[in-house]
């Protein structure tokens, strides 16, 4: 077995052409990302209401393409099994 993995070609992984450029936007995307991290001080006061809000509109868009799908197969409203 070991002789035959020998014979067998490395493939070496084939990058798309932006990788350089994009790999290089990223450490940058960081480094900002870090400053403005350092530079915060205080968390805003409301955070719970904004997840609450968060997952109240997450929900609601949730329900909808639900709906939406099952209106477009011809299948029954969910809250009032109408059609």
């Known amino acids: 077995m070991h002789r ?4 067998l ?3 070496r992984a084939v990058r798309p052409v932006p ?3 994009l790999y290089g936007a990223r450490n940058d995307t960081e480094a900002r990302h870090n400053n403005l991290k350092g530079r915060i001080k205080y968390m805003p006061g409301d955070i719970l209401g904004q997840e609450f809000r968060l997952l109240g509109a997450a929900l609601v868009m949730n ?9 477009a197969h ?3 409203n ?6």
């Not at 035959?4 to 014979?7: E, G, V």
């Not at 329900?63 to 209106?71: N, P, R």
């Not at 969910?78 to 059609?83: E, P």
């Open 4 to 7: 035959l993995s020998r014979l």
């Open 9 to 11: 070609p490395i493939r």
């Open 19 to 21: 990788f350089a450029y």
């Open 63 to 71: 329900a909808a393409t639900w709906q939406t799908a099952l209106h």
């Open 74 to 76: 011809g299948e029954h």
């Open 78 to 83: 969910v809250i009032d099994d109408t059609v």
